[in-house]
């Protein structure tokens, strides 16, 4: 029997959370602050990744779950937790699964 | 004998309008204030069009050539002109294949 | 007795219309498509205005409600409507009032 | 007799760092790689902080001068060096002056 989903709010148990961790293959999870996951995003220019930062600014926003990130020219490193929780939420994983394929997009043509 | 290459930001002449809007496919064409551009471009929702927009925005800063442009939800207009020389100047011209490579990327994949 | 408080998605009548816009006095209203408002915003520059620009798209996205808008270089132009009542409504008041308080940052240092 | 003004993208020397270093009196020096400035923004919420971030961003590409720099919810946080020189250059001096005066506009109105 597969474990129940959990709620978006709740804070993920070590089960969910390898199995979900295989939905976010580019994230790496680290047990900081309760559980945390990360990562980095490489684009050609700076141009395009501010242009992905303003995509992911409009998601944050909408949900009202805003990442801690940072940004040196070409890359954007994005780190998620939900802090009302103390740890993984569904929230970050939503997140990241849309940051991952609003990213394709830059991915695919990185030129 | 072809035409010489036209200054960047001196107003461009009938003969060469014609030969540089073949490579600027989608851009319509108007004689209006002595000459613009204008190009729709379409995307999936609000979010991947305000990505291309702080796209065009850095561009437009980079440059020092800003354009007129309109959004609303998920479709942005540009148009292009040069007003210091009262019509077209290559300035336009190389800021509509700009915005075209730019939107190359969310074109490939609107959804 | 004062008119019941309107629906958030309810097309405003006549009566609301004239009593709302007194709290909107920067907002010009047109019967166009069943009624809209307009109002200019004026900059510094370029990069003042796009900063506005960000802040408004953060605002339609969370709100789910989506403004006409242009800009050239210092000027922003935003135009508000209710398509889905096809006129007013209080999304569109409620839209006006905050994008007049994030301005009042700007207006009160334009350099 | 003062030292005589250092090149915008020649190397600070020591001397010059503390004169300069009085004219932007929000920014905490570090050795760290050569030398650093950074600086900590707050404001009344992750749309204004954003909205910052977007003006920034179009400081930096038009200056092709890039920072370091991390966000959280209403915390905007800037590194800048000089890559090229392998520590603080004007560049950077003027960068964060620029970053402070768009900085004043929030400050003034933090709600």
């Not at 979900?20 to 999870?29: E, H, I, R, V």
């Not at 990360?38 to 220019?45: K, N, P, S, V, W």
Request: one cysteine or more; aromatic letters at 10%; glycine letters at 4%.
């Amino acid at each position: 029997m597969t474990a129940p989903v959990p709620q978006l709010a709740t804070r993920l148990r070590a089960e969910h959370i390898d199995e979900l961790l295989l939905k976010c293959t580019g994230w790496a999870y680290s047990p900081d602050r309760g559980g945390t996951i990360t990562r980095e995003f490489l684009f050609a220019d700076f141009r395009q990744a501010f242009g992905f930062m303003a995509q992911v600014a409009l998601m944050a926003e909408k949900r009202n779950h805003h990442p801690e990130w940072s940004n040196l020219y070409n890359r954007v490193s994005i780190t998620l937790t939900t802090h009302d929780v103390s740890g993984l939420s569904m929230k970050d994983i939503k997140f990241a699964q849309l940051a991952d394929r609003t990213y394709a997009l830059y991915d695919a043509q990185p030129a």
